[in-house]
């Protein structure tokens, strides 16, 4: 992608200044950074005053918007060539496509002179019968079969007048359908009213039993909440569901206006001349064989895309609610993966996360060695000093967590302290390359003990490791794009590594690559000095790193912290490059930096104003203050877990009325679920949420968080479960709607979100029961021209 011209650049920054609060000035200073070089992280942080204060989310959109925009410049300068190729561009068709500012707009336009195979259209046009198209759409007194029969010409293929008029209409239905102004105006009103209709394909009744739901469904497109257009997509794409989009309540009255739109674009008056029949039947078939199939597939599109970078923010959100989840921090810990037949894996962890003992122990069936399994659990506990154990919420958690709950019991002088936590992605962690390189002597089955353990010392450190499409906090997650898909996780993991830091010395090369500048070859690389060095002592040694150049430095090394090092200032955020402005503080109050660091009083009586300069302004100087009166501050909130009530461990040990901890572990658009402790999410419906309208679930609660919830109902056969977090609602009784119809039943934690749409009982459309409307009679063609007129003026 060839950089734009400096003024098509301040175009493009004009264009998103607008749409992300900014002026043009901070866009174009934001752009230049980024085609430096420059990551977003580190343009937030440590480049203020360039950018005169864009927040990180702002430079996301900016970077997100900047690709689109440029891709659009690049696919305009390509039109713009194509059709002067041909010939065939004017001074006011460049000025259309100049003024396109959507990729959908620049493709209307360039559709006529779009290279394609022969249409009839264009073999009609090579017989000669563009004239007779022309001639009756301007004298429509002339009766079409007379006039055609001057066009008949076996030789060029017009056998009879039936051949010419079939011809001439081929013609005049092209020339519509690429007609960019009557596209625009059609997808626009389409767009407004159209309803998409779900109906069951044939004989897929019992096959396609889980959309049972969609099965006779209609629903405005411009209402249709993300999720549930993406069921019906799958729905579609597993061939279970047919789906259509009818050009309104009523479609014979739609189809009818659009035609009359259609009719009234081309200048067409039904006053009972000869060719009128004609002419509007050429209307009807425009709209009915070309326009409406190709806005359907059109508005399908952008409503997919829509919908799927909903589906992609809300997987961002969840993923960084639990990147940032409370970290357990340096505690020795002992994981425990659980299982049944294949028994429960067993992996102590020391303070740093180095793995000091592992054991499989079998307490459940078929084996019931129950005692043997304490035994050995007290042993390693007390031989390691183990303060921590994390059990995965897996097959057999509960049962697990009973086991560790009786432990803590009998031994009561060792403090121990159990914590479920969510063990989504071990697995796939287990059978990584980068598992089997970090403990290659280990069983598979171990290694996800060793993760469990881990992500409860530190959430971050840990799941950075796992490919963020596996952790499982997503909402369609498999039925959107995946390469937009990555591309935002990542950028999610890259946010959240860089706001809390990552400690240069004891961080993993998984983590590492995830900083500010630095590629997973040279996150290799320092991980190899490391090993061969022994320990960083300098922010400045990292520049001793093979491939870590300058330019790299300046991007990770405020990211990058050193414990203990011979500058104090290393274990900071302060960038190495502001380290002046500490030097003028130090000098001005004579007194050291490992004095200052800490010391808030001091701190805080300080005027950053004092210690600008020409490129450190107030709002980088504030930052230093901060970080010397709080150095290295964790941003994560403080560690605590959840209480699972004893005796209920099983979906069929619950009973309306319970009230229940739980953990949120997903948050999708219709509510949240969670994990109370038998297996089974339940679902907190939004209108459940709280005592007032909620609008997002994210306002109120996000992954991770504690919460206290009330059990509504049970459906053991369905395994779902309906939760409360508004005490005082009655159980039994549905919870008051506030707008969206959704499933109200928990589903598996597993692919909870991806599932949702399909499973809930309660999902249905805009009109009563889901049916589609009575359609009412179709309203006569000749009234089809005044119904557009009055819409014309409406709009």
Known sequence: ?????????????????????????????????????????????????????LDDTQLRNLETRLAYLRELEDRRAAILASIDEQGKLDDALRAQIEGADSKSRLEDLYLPYKPKRRTRAQIAREAGLEPLADGLLDDPTRVPEEFAASFVDAERGVADAKAALEGARAILIERWGEDATLVGELREWLSANGVIRARVAEGKEAAGVKYRDYFDHAEPLAKIPSHRLLALFRGRREEFLQLELDPGADAEAGNAYAEGRVALHAGIRIQGNAADAWLGNACRLAWRAKLQLHLMLDLFNQAREKAEAEAIAIFGDNLKDLLLAAPAGPRVVLGLDPGLRTGVKVAAVDATGKLVATDTIYPHEPRRQWEQSLQSLAKLCKAH???????????ASRETDRLAGELIQRHPELSLQKVVVSEAGASVYSASELAANEFPDLDVSLRGAV???????????????????????????????????????????????????????????ALLARVSGLSSTVAGNIVVHRDANGPFKRRSDLLKVPRLGEKTFEQCAGFLRIAGGDQPLDASAVHPEAYPVVERIVRESGRGVAQIIGDGAFVRALKPERYTDERFGVPTVRDILRELEKPGRDPRPEFKAARFAEGVEDIKDLKPGMVLEGVVSNVAAFGAFVDIGVHQDGLVHISALADRYVKDPRDVVKAGDIVKVKVLEVD?????????????????????????????????HTNAARDAGSRGGNERGSNDRGRPAPRQQAAPFDSAIADALKGLRRS
Do not use: W
Request: overall charge positive; aromatic content about 4%.
């Open 1 to 53: 992608m060839q950089a734009p011209s400096p003024a098509l650049a301040r175009k493009i920054a004009a264009t998103i200044a607008d749409e992300i609060g900014a002026r043009p000035a901070q866009v174009e200073a934001a752009v230049g950074l980024l085609d430096e070089g420059a990551t977003v992280p580190f343009i937030a942080r440590y480049r203020k005053e360039v950018t005169e204060g």
């Open 385 to 395: 000093g183990v303060s921590l154990i994390a059990i995965g919420n897996g097959t």
């Open 451 to 509: 993760s469990i353990a881990r992500r409860l010392q530190d959430p971050l450190a840990e799941l950075v490791k796992i490919e963020p499409k596996s952790i499982g906090v997503g909402q369609y997650q498999h039925d959107v794009d995946q390469y937009r898909l990555a591309r935002s996780l990542d950028a999610r993991v890259e946010d959240c590594v860089n706001a809390v830091g990552v400690y240069v010395n004891t961080a993993s090369a």
């Open 716 to 748: 053991v056969a369905r395994k779902r479960i309906a939760l409360t977090r508004r005490l005082e609602d009655a159980p039994g009784q549905p919870a008051p709607r506030q707008g969206e119809r959704e499933p109200r039943g928990g589903g598996a």
